[in-house]
């Protein structure tokens, strides 16, 4: 069995072929960035402007982060004063009481927590 071919140079349809169509290609470059790998970042520090003053005990304060006037939550830590002051006792001799500066208050820092929000808003230090 054998089957018609279309002759050589034709389309094979009856009609004739379209014409070629000559289409305009737009080839559209997206805006480059150019970053600096030896460059850091800029480091943007943000501060609170109305940062209340605390102290070494409970503080009255506005919260500025839920705004709501409460007494501040205080957890004492341990400071390098603190660390100093039990190095001290130990190289004069009395390592014995190196605890001390442990339990002292006035030794440490002053963590001040939101009694609302529970949020830190400040730090006192007496150094």
């Given at each position: 069995m054998q089957y018609n071919q279309p002759p050589p140079g034709s389309t094979g349809y009856p009609y004739p072929a379209p014409p070629p169509s000559y289409e305009q290609v737009?080839?559209?470059?997206?805006p480059v960035r150019v970053v600096h790998a030896s460059q850091p970042p800029p480091v943007v520090i943000i501060q609170h402007q109305n940062a209340p003053p605390v102290g070494p005990d409970p503080s009255f304060i506005t919260c500025p982060h839920c705004h709501v006037q409460k007494l501040t939550r205080v957890?004492?830590?341990?400071?390098?004063?603190?660390?100093c002051m039990a190095a001290l006792l130990c190289i004069?001799?009395?390592w014995c009481f190196a605890c001390l500066p442990y339990c002292a208050t006035s030794c440490m820092n002053a963590n001040h927590f939101c009694g609302n929000c529970?949020?830190?808003?400040?730090?006192?230090?007496?150094d």
């Amino acid at each position: 069995m054998q089957y018609n071919q279309p002759p050589p140079g034709s389309t094979g349809y009856p009609y004739p072929a379209p014409p070629p169509s000559y289409e305009q290609v737009v080839h559209v470059q997206a805006p480059v960035r150019v970053v600096h790998a030896s460059q850091p970042p800029p480091v943007v520090i943000i501060q609170h402007q109305n940062a209340p003053p605390v102290g070494p005990d409970p503080s009255f304060i506005t919260c500025p982060h839920c705004h709501v006037q409460k007494l501040t939550r205080v957890e004492y830590a341990p400071s390098v004063k603190t660390h100093c002051m039990a190095a001290l006792l130990c190289i004069v001799g009395l390592w014995c009481f190196a605890c001390l500066p442990y339990c002292a208050t006035s030794c440490m820092n002053a963590n001040h927590f939101c009694g609302n929000c529970n949020k830190f808003v400040g730090v006192y230090s007496s150094d």
